[in-house]
Every structure is written in C-alpha cells, then in structure tokens.
C-alpha cells in the first residue's frame, strides 16, 4: 500500500548448543525506527555506477540531496 512498509522478522538457530529458539508469540520486541528510501532503478543504477554505499543514510542522502 502507498506509505506503508511492512516488515518481518523471524528467529532461526545460530549453530550454538544450548541456546533455544525463542517462542515469537512471547517475546517482546523492542521499538525500532527505520529510515525507507525507495528509489528507480535509474537512480540504482547509477548509484552503483557512482560507488554510494546505499547502507549508509548520510552517504545516500547526500547523494540524493535528501534533507535532514
């Protein structure tokens, strides 16, 4: 839908002995922000080209000539 994200997350094993799965219907979920930028696939493509690590939000906005 337009303006929504909707984000999953799931639990797996981690390989070490001992430590359970948690149940995800108890577990409490701490309250994150998240920062979404969708772009083209022009602007992919040339942030690619352009070497912008797109993991890092200062770096994108700058590029992108996002404000703060």
Known sequence: ????????????AIGLAGYPI???STTVIGTYKFKIVATS?????????DHVNTGNYIELSKYL????
């Not at 000539?65 to 703060?68: H, K």
């Open 65 to 68: 000539g996002l404000s703060n």
């Open 41 to 49: 696939g022009t602007i992919g493509t040339a942030m690619r080209r």
């Open 1 to 12: 839908m337009p303006g929504v994200v909707r984000l999953h997350f799931f639990f797996s």
């Open 22 to 24: 948690p149940d995800a």
